[in-house]
Protein backbone atom coordinates (compact mmCIF):
# COMPACT_ATOMS: atom_id res chain seq x y z
CA UNK A 1 0.00 0.00 0.00
CA UNK A 2 2.66 2.03 0.80
CA UNK A 3 4.61 1.51 -2.29
CA UNK A 4 1.28 2.88 -4.48
CA UNK A 5 0.70 5.75 -3.02
CA UNK A 6 4.50 7.03 -3.15
CA UNK A 7 5.50 5.43 -6.69
CA UNK A 8 6.10 7.93 -9.05
CA UNK A 9 8.03 8.14 -12.29
CA UNK A 10 11.21 10.63 -13.26
CA UNK A 11 8.93 13.11 -15.41
CA UNK A 12 9.94 16.86 -14.81
CA UNK A 13 6.54 17.77 -15.78
CA UNK A 14 4.90 16.43 -12.31
CA UNK A 15 7.79 18.32 -10.67
CA UNK A 16 6.92 21.70 -11.83
CA UNK A 17 3.07 20.78 -11.01
CA UNK A 18 3.50 19.87 -7.84
CA UNK A 19 6.04 22.89 -6.68
CA UNK A 20 3.75 25.08 -8.13
CA UNK A 21 0.93 24.07 -6.34
CA UNK A 22 2.92 23.64 -3.20
CA UNK A 23 4.27 27.16 -3.44
CA UNK A 24 0.85 28.55 -4.06
CA UNK A 25 -0.40 26.61 -1.14
CA UNK A 26 2.33 26.81 1.56
CA UNK A 27 2.13 30.96 1.23
CA UNK A 28 -1.96 30.79 1.40
CA UNK A 29 -1.22 28.18 4.83
CA UNK A 30 1.56 30.67 6.07
CA UNK A 31 -0.93 33.55 5.56
CA UNK A 32 -3.00 31.99 7.57
CA UNK A 33 -1.17 29.83 9.88
CA UNK A 34 1.61 32.16 11.16
CA UNK A 35 0.66 35.77 10.10
CA UNK A 36 3.64 35.74 6.75
CA UNK A 37 2.33 37.52 3.80
CA UNK A 38 0.07 39.93 5.29
CA UNK A 39 -1.60 37.74 6.73
CA UNK A 40 -4.54 37.32 9.41
CA UNK A 41 -2.17 34.37 11.33
CA UNK A 42 -3.94 31.16 13.95
CA UNK A 43 -6.09 33.95 15.81
CA UNK A 44 -7.24 35.92 13.03
CA UNK A 45 -7.90 32.93 10.48
CA UNK A 46 -9.98 31.17 13.60
CA UNK A 47 -11.95 34.39 14.09
CA UNK A 48 -12.54 34.80 10.34
CA UNK A 49 -13.54 31.19 9.89
CA UNK A 50 -15.92 31.80 13.28
CA UNK A 51 -17.37 34.41 11.67
CA UNK A 52 -18.70 32.46 8.13
CA UNK A 53 -19.60 29.79 10.26
CA UNK A 54 -16.90 27.48 10.91
CA UNK A 55 -15.95 25.49 13.84
CA UNK A 56 -12.43 26.02 15.12
CA UNK A 57 -11.55 22.17 14.35
CA UNK A 58 -12.53 22.87 10.96
CA UNK A 59 -10.70 26.36 10.76
CA UNK A 60 -7.28 24.23 11.90
CA UNK A 61 -8.33 21.84 9.22
CA UNK A 62 -7.57 24.06 6.72
CA UNK A 63 -4.27 25.51 7.81
CA UNK A 64 -2.57 22.34 8.05
CA UNK A 65 -3.83 21.34 4.31
CA UNK A 66 -2.87 23.98 3.49
CA UNK A 67 0.43 25.05 5.19
CA UNK A 68 1.76 21.07 6.17
CA UNK A 69 0.08 19.99 2.52
CA UNK A 70 2.02 23.07 0.47
CA UNK A 71 5.36 21.71 2.06
CA UNK A 72 4.82 18.52 1.34
CA UNK A 73 3.86 19.36 -2.10
CA UNK A 74 7.28 21.19 -2.22
CA UNK A 75 9.28 18.42 -1.31
CA UNK A 76 7.07 15.46 -3.02
CA UNK A 77 6.81 13.96 0.40
CA UNK A 78 3.59 11.72 0.20
CA UNK A 79 2.32 14.20 -2.49
CA UNK A 80 -0.91 11.88 -3.06
CA UNK A 81 -2.28 12.58 0.41
CA UNK A 82 -1.02 16.25 0.88
CA UNK A 83 -2.63 17.01 -2.50
CA UNK A 84 -6.18 14.68 -1.05
CA UNK A 85 -6.44 17.04 1.49
CA UNK A 86 -5.74 20.53 -0.46
CA UNK A 87 -8.66 19.13 -2.95
CA UNK A 88 -10.77 18.52 0.02
CA UNK A 89 -10.21 21.95 1.40
CA UNK A 90 -11.03 23.03 -1.67
CA UNK A 91 -14.52 21.29 -2.26
CA UNK A 92 -15.66 22.72 1.00
CA UNK A 93 -14.71 26.11 -0.14
CA UNK A 94 -16.19 25.63 -3.64
CA UNK A 95 -19.67 24.43 -1.97
CA UNK A 96 -19.96 26.49 1.26
CA UNK A 97 -18.60 30.16 -0.29
CA UNK A 98 -17.98 30.25 -3.58
CA UNK A 99 -19.99 28.62 -5.86
CA UNK A 100 -23.10 31.06 -5.35
CA UNK A 101 -20.81 33.87 -6.93
CA UNK A 102 -20.55 31.91 -10.66
CA UNK A 103 -17.69 31.09 -12.63
CA UNK A 104 -15.21 34.28 -12.53
CA UNK A 105 -12.94 35.76 -10.06
CA UNK A 106 -13.97 38.65 -8.77
CA UNK A 107 -11.31 41.00 -10.72
CA UNK A 108 -13.26 43.75 -11.61
CA UNK A 109 -14.96 43.89 -7.73
CA UNK A 110 -18.58 44.37 -9.18
CA UNK A 111 -19.19 40.80 -7.65
CA UNK A 112 -20.40 39.76 -4.18
CA UNK A 113 -17.08 37.16 -3.65
CA UNK A 114 -14.82 35.09 -5.81
CA UNK A 115 -16.25 32.30 -8.41
CA UNK A 116 -14.59 29.29 -8.72
CA UNK A 117 -12.31 28.72 -11.20
CA UNK A 118 -9.09 29.26 -9.30
CA UNK A 119 -10.43 26.19 -7.68
CA UNK A 120 -11.19 24.27 -10.76
CA UNK A 121 -7.71 24.90 -11.52
CA UNK A 122 -6.30 23.78 -8.19
CA UNK A 123 -8.43 20.50 -8.35
CA UNK A 124 -7.07 19.60 -12.15
CA UNK A 125 -3.46 20.59 -11.13
CA UNK A 126 -4.19 18.00 -7.61
CA UNK A 127 -5.98 15.53 -10.12
CA UNK A 128 -2.89 15.31 -12.14
CA UNK A 129 -0.75 15.01 -8.67
CA UNK A 130 -3.04 12.59 -7.55
CA UNK A 131 -2.95 10.40 -10.43
CA UNK A 132 0.64 10.94 -11.47
CA UNK A 133 2.60 10.86 -8.59
CA UNK A 134 5.06 13.78 -7.41
CA UNK A 135 7.29 13.08 -10.27
CA UNK A 136 11.20 13.53 -10.40
CA UNK A 137 13.19 15.21 -7.10
CA UNK A 138 10.63 14.26 -4.82
CA UNK A 139 11.03 12.26 -1.77
CA UNK A 140 8.47 9.90 -3.18
CA UNK A 141 10.59 9.17 -6.21
CA UNK A 142 13.49 8.44 -3.89
CA UNK A 143 11.54 6.20 -1.56
CA UNK A 144 10.24 4.40 -4.42
CA UNK A 145 13.59 3.60 -6.56
CA UNK A 146 15.73 3.92 -2.88
CA UNK A 147 19.43 4.84 -3.03
CA UNK A 148 20.79 4.49 -6.55
CA UNK A 149 24.14 2.01 -6.77
CA UNK A 150 27.13 4.02 -7.60
Do not use: C
Not at 27 to 49: C, I, N, S
Not at 60 to 65: N, P
Not at 104 to 127: K, P, T
Amino acid sequence: MFHRIVSTTNDFTLTIARVVLGVVFFAHGAQKMLGMFGGRGYGGTVDLYSQMGFSTPVAVLAMVAEFFGGLALMAGFLSRIAVLAIIGKILVAIFTLHAKNGFFMNWSGEQRGEGIEYHLLVIALGLVILIKGSGAFSVDQFLTRGPRPN
